[in-house]
């Protein structure tokens, strides 16, 4: 899967999910600084899943309309250890029962919640 992760998302976890197999764009590796709107635009124009714990994300995509064709997912917990967010992520990616493509996901420890975008 192709994904966005930004910089408040931990390195360990962006390990994690490029060895799991998916092509990772990680923020705080290749765009440190970067503006909100360039990230949702560059993840837009990859198809990449955005994935962030900054609520201004939500506000961009849904309510101003700004795309994001591979989605956003909003991750609402407090990680016990920059190791956890990236098993979360692992398990969440495998999961078939869940189309996170032009949607906006909000995800805690035991609910997805999910709008179109």
Do not use: C, K, Y
């Amino acid at each position: 899967m192709l994904l966005l992760l930004d910089e408040n998302v931990p390195i360990a976890s962006v390990r994690a999910l490029r060895a799991a197999g998916h092509d990772v764009f990680s923020a705080s590796e290749q765009s440190a600084g970067a503006a909100d709107e360039v990230l949702l635009a560059r993840a837009d124009a990859e198809h990449r899943l955005l994935i962030t714990f900054d609520r201004d994300f939500g506000e961009l995509a849904v309510r101003w309309g700004r795309g994001a064709a591979g989605g956003v997912i909003l991750l609402r917990f407090i990680p016990r250890s920059p190791d956890e967010v990236g098993d979360v992520l692992v398990d969440l990616l495998a999961r078939t029962d869940v189309v996170w493509r032009a949607r906006f996901s909000v995800v805690d420890r035991r609910h997805i919640r999910q709008r179109p975008l």
